[in-house]
């Protein structure tokens, strides 16, 4: 079977709304070949990266070459790189996509999260507030946007951020590539707000695959998900009726509890003999140990997003709110914020309720 025939489906995000939870659960379908490492990024590398590396994405996917099953990759990084969409549908015209979304204002903030916990090569410094105070004069999304991007910028200059987090050889370092790490997007993982406006990346997705795209809301999946997985499996015509869904968390937003025990996560990341250690030790059954023990000594809590914190953010994505409550007026509830009394949300003369 030919790429050009092959059943393929890709998870291309949003991150942070539950893509995890969905690919662990689809590949245990007996329809459904997942690829061996569950984020390749492929289709958010340059395009000629793609086009000359074929055959190790193909690898990916170990299986009889006529098998009819389809072949699933999780790469999120895809949902915003400007390409993905016609090189998705130039390698594999059959692809299905799904996209999951979710209250855009909670998703930027546990992209943060995910950002600042991470001690590989140096992720997120900045403290949410400084990033939140640096848009808050914006008007429109346009505006918010340009500043995001800005504030990215000086970040990187001033090495509160690290720009090249994916870098060149992290293929190479982590999924034995052929190729150098080249995404269309290098600064894809820092841009937060910008992610959470899906209604300005939706159009190309659904340009390039038309009824072949599926949108998936994340409460929805949380609420309801037998109905909703039936429903995928509906979209991917996938027979043999439902299967059980049990959503765990995943990529859990924690951050490391101070400066030593960062030092210390950074070393374990960073050096080889340590990141070695750590996998024998899963080998030999200690991770469920390890899993114990590390929130206790090493991780701090998920920092609070309280309801002052979620109005600010939903304040500068209105725009976005606005246009998903006019498609699907159902979002109202499922995006309300519980207890919230603030006046100015609920107002006729504005289309942002609260959360």
Known sequence: MTLKDRPFLLLAGVRKCGTTALFRTLQHHPGIFASRIKEPQYFALSSSTVSRNLAWYKGLYPEQEESRRI???GSTLAFTSPIAPEMVKQVFPAAKVILLIRDPAKRSFSSYTHMARQVRRWGERRGFSTVLNSLESAAGLNELIERERAAITRASKDGTLNESYYT?????????????????DPLASFRYFEESCYSRILPRWDDALGKNLKVVVFERLIANSELVLDEICEFLQLGGGPIDLSLEKENVGRVPKNLVVRRILEFRSQNAIARRGVEAMKRVGLNRIIELIQPRLLWGNKPEFDIDLQLRVRKLLEPEYSYWF????DLRTLWDIPGDQSADLRSPNSDLRSE
């Open 71 to 73: 072949w699933m990759d």
């Open 168 to 184: 060149r050889s992290f293929h190479r370092e982590r999924y034995d590539a052929p190729f150098d790490t080249e995404l269309e």
């Open 326 to 329: 006019e498609r699907d007026p």
